[in-house]
């Protein structure tokens, strides 16, 4: 019997459930710190779960990465079946993969630990081209070198509604954040090597979702044969509009859609939505 390589990721990737079943993909969750109690990702906490907690919470929640011994156990199990490669929310925004280098060297496994220098669905999406190269018979090689070329031409837009998480986090005062509300501005950001940066700031509702899609059509005229993710966080009618274009235009391959899981809904709040493609 041929081994197949075994693909492990973090609960940041937000993929549907049903895809994580149905291409054998093991997760290792996040903790999520909300009203002073502490939750397995996923596992213990679901993101709509969590969205009512984060409304009751003064406070803004905190998420941890997986304890290293967490990725050794996952390691382990899946090491008896085939080779193991495990793909991380970006190192710019999380821990996550340090302490999944650090659970491979706990384990005893030589697994290889993969930076997809992104979040939520961009970071699924390359768990989900890693896990059909897998099931396709493809070695670790090829699998991370398709890896490396998608990382550099993936795109990841993250629009924020409301800035009320921002301001919860320290990183705008509460006075920038009353003009924010009262003017209704919104900002786009992107994602730069893993981190995220500003890229716009845009006022009104109807305006932003223009100019989003503008910047997607600049970057990516042609979205045909292409995978697209959406997240988005109570904002079903925003993450629908966003489909209905890109159909309509750029008729990509396939669109993936998810709630935005609690390690990126943290900051971005409701109302926002995270792009990749």
Same mark, same amino acid.
């Given at each position: 019997?041929? @081994? ?5 990721a973090? @609960? ?23 009203n =002073? ?5 996923g ?21 941890? +990465? ?46 290889v ?12 999406l390359?768990?989900?081209m890693? @896990? ?28 924020l =509604?409301?800035?009320e ?8 005062n509460?006075? +920038? ?6 003017? =209704?501005i ?5 994602? #730069? ?8 700031r ?13 910047? #997607?059509w600049d970057?990516?005229?042609?979205? @045909? ?10 904002n ?5 509009? #966003? ?14 859609? =998810? ?19």
């Amino acid at each position: 019997m041929i @081994s197949l390589l075994q693909v492990v990721a973090d @609960s940041s990737c937000d993929l549907p459930q049903v895809l994580i079943e149905a291409n054998d993909i093991e997760i290792v969750p996040l903790t999520i710190h909300v009203n =002073n109690r502490s939750y397995l990702e996923g596992s213990e906490l679901t993101a709509r779960e969590f969205y009512k907690e984060m409304a009751k919470d003064p406070h803004l929640p905190k998420t941890s +990465q997986p304890a290293p011994a967490a990725f050794a156990q996952a390691f382990r199990r899946r090491a008896q079946l085939g080779e193991v490669l495990c793909l991380t929310i970006s190192s710019g925004l999380s821990g996550t993969f340090e302490a999944a280098k650090l659970g491979g060297d706990l384990s005893g496994v030589d697994a290889v630990i993969f930076d997809t220098l992104a979040g939520s669905l961009g970071h699924g999406l390359q768990v989900l081209m890693a @896990s059909k190269m897998a099931r396709a018979g493809a070695m670790m090689a090829e699998i991370v070198a398709e890896l490396e070329e998608y990382r550099k031409r993936m795109k990841i837009f993250i629009l924020l =509604n409301t800035l009320e998480n921002i301001v919860k986090g320290g990183r705008l005062n509460k006075f +920038q954040g009353a003009i924010a509300s009262v003017l =209704n501005i919104k900002l786009l950001l992107h994602n #730069i090597e893993g981190k995220v940066e500003l890229l716009e700031r845009v006022r009104g509702n109807k305006k932003f979702i223009r100019r989003v899609m503008e910047t #997607i059509w600049d970057y990516c005229p042609d979205l @045909s044969g292409r995978d697209v993710g959406i997240t988005d966080f109570l904002n079903p009618k925003g993450s629908k509009r #966003i489909q209905e274009e890109m159909q309509g235009h750029g008729r990509p391959r396939n669109i993936i859609t =998810n709630d935005m899981g609690a390690t990126m809904a943290t900051y971005a709040g409701e109302g926002g939505m995270i792009i990749a493609l």
